[in-house]
């Protein structure tokens, strides 16, 4: 019964490892990571994050307007539709971060991260995640290690401040609540640069490193 | 007509297809281990449904399995070499050790088995080999996944329809020896079944066309993805 266990299980496995499995997805990751396309892909990633920020900030910049022009119901639902904005923008993020995870087990070097330093946050609890971080930078060996962290860090730091601004938007005073939003907002972006600033090392250590040698070190 | 003997001339078609679309499509150089494992299985199957009085009997079912056993596991090696061919750092030495280590397990074991091996020798072995050969795919499948290594459909639809085969065979073997021959028809209806669809999705495989990847050519070369 030993053997017939160590079977079912092992075919439980291979079956949803390679069911799963999308050669053309993974064919895609090496040729985003192969293809020297590094520096035309970063921007379309920077255009398409200073597009959210921008979609954010101006329904926050509405609501504010709105709030000095007292209209109450007109200001929540603008702060509401910046929510909304990075709530999708969040999404995203966190997928791309453990797509970048993924792929940095297809780099044969890594170059090292840029610390988050808790100075550059003002939501506490993202402070806090930035000073572990911090710590972990020590502990941790490899720079491979500290970069699987580091986004770790980040995809948890999105969560964090999107829910600094989601307790931000129940406040009853709309003037504090908004000024608060700005602030995880802030932090938000914070945390959007340091994404793309990961997804920029990816691309550049896979770039840096000969590409027959990337592959023959796996 | 005996729905066995039935499942077994639906075999023999299908692994004609397989191979016949294998070689159409030009895939019979991309896994010589299964091309050997499909020729062996056709034999077999020929044999023991074509002359049955002669070969529909325990000490040639043994040896075949024997002859399986060693190409399963060629099998799951080849894959593994081909998938890790420009990956030599995602092919760790412990698994290569190892899987040379079951080979030559196997080989010594198909080589020194008693000529008159009881059919109870078998089912004591069977799922010992079964397990080595299935561990050794599920291995290859966790590199695979783990380093995002480009593999090719073909390798991939002989892993996914393997191993799900091999507990269906394992099961039957258990429950006939925990529960006695008298199942035996069934459980051999059981594993003729499933046997059938395993090769039917091989069949449908090798004769499917490739969808192109969307990638560089300079990306291709790379990965040496033509052909693979």
């Known amino acids: 019964m030993l053997w017939l266990g160590l079977v079912a299980v092992s075919t439980i496995v291979v ?22 396309r590094a520096s035309e892909d970063i921007r379309t990633l920077e255009r398409a994050c200073e597009l959210d920020h921008m979609m954010a900030d101006d329904s926050w910049q509405a609501a504010w307007q709105a709030v000095k022009d007292d209209d109450r119901p007109e200001a929540v639902r603008l702060l509401d539709l910046s929510y909304q904005v ?8 966190r997928v791309r971060l453990r797509a970048v995870r993924v792929c940095a087990r297809m780099a044969a070097a890594m170059a090292p991260a840029p610390p988050l330093w808790p100075a550059h946050f003002e939501t506490t609890e993202i402070r806090t995640l930035a000073g572990v971080a911090i710590v972990l930078q020590h502990i941790l060996v490899s720079a491979y290690e500290r970069f699987v962290v580091q986004a770790h860090v980040l995809a948890l730091g999105f969560v964090l401040a999107l829910r600094a601004m989601r307790r931000a938007r129940g406040g009853r005073d709309l003037t504090t609540a908004l000024l608060r939003f700005d602030v995880a907002k802030m932090d938000w972006r914070s945390l959007d640069e340091a994404h793309v600033e990961m997804v920029r090392i990816l691309l550049v250590s896979a770039a840096a490193s000969r590409r027959d040698v990337a592959v023959a070190r796996l | 007509m005996d729905p066995r003997l039935l499942i077994g001339h639906a075999v023999k078609v299908v ?3 397989a191979l016949v679309g294998l070689y159409a499509r030009g895939r019979s150089g991309r896994g010589l281990a299964i091309v050997a494992y499909l020729w062996a299985a056709l034999l077999g199957n020929s044999l023991t449904t074509l002359w049955p009085d002669l070969f529909f009997n325990y000490e040639f079912w043994m040896r075949r399995q024997a002859v399986f056993d060693v190409l399963k596991l060629l099998v799951g090696v080849e894959i593994a070499l081909r998938a890790f061919r420009i990956f030599p750092g995602a092919r760790a030495t412990w698994e290569r050790l190892v899987a040379a280590s079951v080979v030559v397990a196997t080989t010594s074991a198909f080589w020194f088995l008693p000529r008159e091996a009881p059919y109870g020798v078998l089912f004591a072995h069977q799922p010992q080999i079964i397990a080595a050969t299935v561990w050794l795919f599920t291995v290859t499948s966790l590199v695979i996944v783990h380093y995002r290594i480009p593999v090719a459909p073909w390798h991939r639809a002989i892993l996914l329809a393997f191993v799900p085969y091999q507990l269906v065979f394992t099961t039957s073997i258990a429950v006939m020896k925990n529960l006695g021959a008298s199942l035996h028809p069934a459980m051999g209806l059981l594993d ?3 046997y059938l669809v395993m090769v039917a999705y091989w069949a449908q495989t090798a004769w499917r066309r490739e969808e192109p990847l969307a990638i560089s050519p300079a990306t291709r070369r790379t990965l040496q993805l033509e052909g693979a």
């Open chain 2, 192 to 194: 003729s079944t499933a």
């Open chain 1, 86 to 93: 990075l709530e999708a923008a969040t999404i995203n993020r």
């Open chain 2, 15 to 17: 692994l004609v297809a």
């Open chain 1, 15 to 36: 079956c949803v490892l390679l069911g799963r499995y999308d050669r053309a997805a993974v064919a895609r990751e090496w040729d985003m990571m192969l293809g020297g």
